[in-house]
């Protein structure tokens, strides 16, 4: 699932839009070059075709239709444009003859028949409107034409009139061939358009893998880092931007598993101070609490002077102990050798267990249904209880309220989950302190440094939860108060390493 919506995020998003800018841009220059292409070649089959039938036709109208008599007969014009169409095929001709008296002779030929009522009257008006003679303009008549498309079909229609007297003529050809030859000419462009625009999509998605390609690689090597390979580097070759960027990337992974491996280095080496500090003070702690335990017994007996000495030293002598039992505790969980020893449990007994060996009964309100059995580690949950319980006694307020019950699990283990909340009826967590109850030696004043908590508590009471596969958390209730919620699987044995040759089915 991962992979598939990897591939469609990336199919989304670059090599798209390489694609689609390639695909633009052919579409772009294809469509241009065609568009230029086919204009100048239908200007030019347009003008060669129009020049070619329009010389034609003024050399036929200088040649015969001048030579007509001054007052031709309907058979003279009829003949001349027979033989004026006939010369160059291709075009049908039309002669106009006006008498003195009002009277108008026709003559036709040519491949298609039309007559005065073809041609635009603003055609006819040009024709027949005489020029002006000067120096620049030797001619009192010239030579005029027009394209038209009667019933959708393209024609080149000209027309004059012979200067000095004579009929008026006019030239009807047909540009059906010159029009299917365009069209052809389009249909060829748009199919190199086509195939130009798959050509670029091509060019485009080799282009894409080409680019994407490395780029993928070092996504890959990053999230390989990211994961804790530190080892990863990526090969480098070519000389371009993108062997830039894998040098950089290479440069960066070095430097970074350096400094992880120096910090990794200097943690080991603070832990195992911390170890080793913590063994070799039990020794003298050891021999300190007996003598501490003789003095609190004789304290009674002692000289009032040096009593409260005594006790001062009684007290501090039992806080350095569990901060040291605290440190060791620490310490086995930041090596990883904090192990689970299960036993089952009934809930509320432990619970009860826990509250009655520190004189807690009547500070502590029990909501727990005895008989919820339940997998855990003893010893361990009556470590968070204790902390839990005894911190909402020191900072909250009494009475502390206890509840205990089981609901659906939220776990990755599956089954059901057991759930106990610590409440307080103190004033609450201050806001600004809430994100931080669990860190190691924190403390809410800043102005009291020393107290009688080491600050380790709610740290290894969250450390606790988190070996048992469950969650530890803090807020403040809304009618007042501070809320610790502990989640904890109702059994915890799928969390205890199976032994070599097992596998979840069984012995192999």
């Known amino acids: 699932m991962k992979k598939a919506l990897?591939?469609?995020?990336?199919?989304?998003?670059?090599?798209?839009?390489?694609?689609?800018?390639?695909?633009?841009?052919?579409?772009?220059?294809?469509?241009?070059?065609?568009?230029?292409a086919y204009w100048l070649n239908r200007e030019a089959v347009l003008t060669r075709t129009q020049d070619t039938a329009l010389g034609d036709f003024r050399q036929e109208m200088q040649n015969r239709a001048a030579a007509l008599p001054a007052d031709p007969t309907p058979e003279e014009l009829q003949r001349t444009a027979e033989l004026m169409a006939g010369g160059v095929p291709g075009y049908s001709v039309l002669l106009i003859d006006e008498k003195p008296d009002g009277r108008v002779l026709f003559g036709a030929a040519g491949p298609q028949s039309f007559t005065l009522a073809d041609v635009p009257g603003s055609l006819r008006h040009a024709?027949?409107?005489?020029?002006?003679?000067?120096?620049?303009?030797?001619?009192?008549?010239?030579?005029?034409?027009q394209r038209t498309k009667p019933a959708g079909n393209p024609y080149l229609i000209g027309g004059t009139r012979v200067v000095g007297g004579g009929p008026t003529g006019y030239m009807f050809k047909s540009l059906a061939?010159?029009?299917?030859?365009?069209?052809?000419?389009?249909?060829?462009?748009?199919?190199?358009?086509?195939?130009?625009?798959?050509?670029?999509?091509?060019?485009?998605?080799?282009?894409?893998?080409?680019?994407?390609?490395?780029?993928?690689?070092?996504?890959?090597?990053?999230?390989?880092?990211?994961?804790?390979?530190?080892?990863?580097?990526?090969?480098?070759?070519?000389?371009?931007?993108?062997?830039?960027?894998?040098?950089?990337?290479?440069?960066?992974?070095?430097?970074?598993?350096?400094?992880?491996?120096d910090m990794s280095a200097r943690e080991e080496s603070s832990r195992r101070f911390v170890a080793d500090m913590s063994h070799e003070l039990r020794t003298p702690l050891t021999a300190l609490t007996a003598v501490t335990e003789v003095l609190e017994e004789e304290v009674d007996h002692l000289d009032p002077m040096i009593a409260p000495a005594v006790t001062l030293v009684v007290s501090e002598t039992r806080r350095l102990n569990t901060l040291v039992e605290n440190l060791m505790e620490v310490?086995?969980?930041?090596?990883?050798?904090?192990?689970?020893?299960?036993?089952?449990?009934?809930?509320?007994?432990?619970?009860?267990?826990?509250?009655?060996?520190r004189a807690w009964l009547d500070a502590v309100e029990l909501d727990a249904e005895r008989g919820l059995m339940a997998r855990l580690d003893p010893r361990r949950l009556d470590v968070i209880l204790a902390n839990l319980i005894g911190n909402a006694l020191k900072h909250g307020g009494s009475p502390v309220r206890v509840s205990v019950r089981t609901e659906e699990a939220a776990t990755d283990l599956g089954g059901a989950e057991l759930v106990i909340e610590?409440?307080?009826?103190?004033?609450?967590?201050?806001?600004?302190?809430?994100?931080?109850?669990?860190?190691?030696?924190y403390k809410a004043s800043a102005s009291r440094p020393r107290s009688e908590g080491s600050g380790l508590g709610l740290s290894i009471a969250r450390e606790n939860a988190h070996i048992h596969g469950g969650t530890l958390s803090a807020s403040n209730a809304p009618e007042g108060g501070a809320v610790f919620v502990l989640r904890l699987p109702v059994d915890a044995s799928p969390l205890l390493p199976r032994p070599e040759g097992t596998a979840e089915g069984g012995a192999r």
């Open 422 to 441: 610590v409440k307080d009826n103190g004033p609450g967590i201050p806001e600004e302190v809430l994100p931080h109850v669990f860190d190691r030696f």
């Open 127 to 145: 024709v027949n409107d005489p020029q002006k003679v000067t120096q620049a303009n030797d001619a009192e008549y010239h030579m005029y034409w």
């Open 331 to 357: 310490t086995r969980f930041d090596a990883g050798t904090a192990r689970l020893v299960l036993d089952d449990v009934d809930v509320a007994d432990q619970v009860t267990a826990c509250i009655d060996a």
């Open 6 to 36: 990897l591939t469609g995020r990336r199919w989304t998003s670059l090599r798209l839009r390489l694609i689609v800018v390639f695909g633009l841009v052919a579409l772009t220059a294809a469509v241009s070059a065609s568009g230029i």
């Open 177 to 261: 061939q010159e029009r299917d030859d365009l069209n052809s000419l389009a249909w060829s462009l748009g199919i190199a358009t086509a195939l130009a625009l798959l050509g670029s999509a091509l060019l485009a998605q080799a282009a894409a893998t080409t680019v994407l390609r490395p780029v993928q690689r070092l996504g890959d090597a990053a999230r390989r880092l990211g994961e804790g390979e530190l080892d990863t580097r990526l090969d480098v070759s070519g000389t371009d931007e993108l062997a830039d960027l894998s040098h950089t990337f290479n440069k960066a992974a070095e430097a970074l598993e350096k400094k992880v491996a």
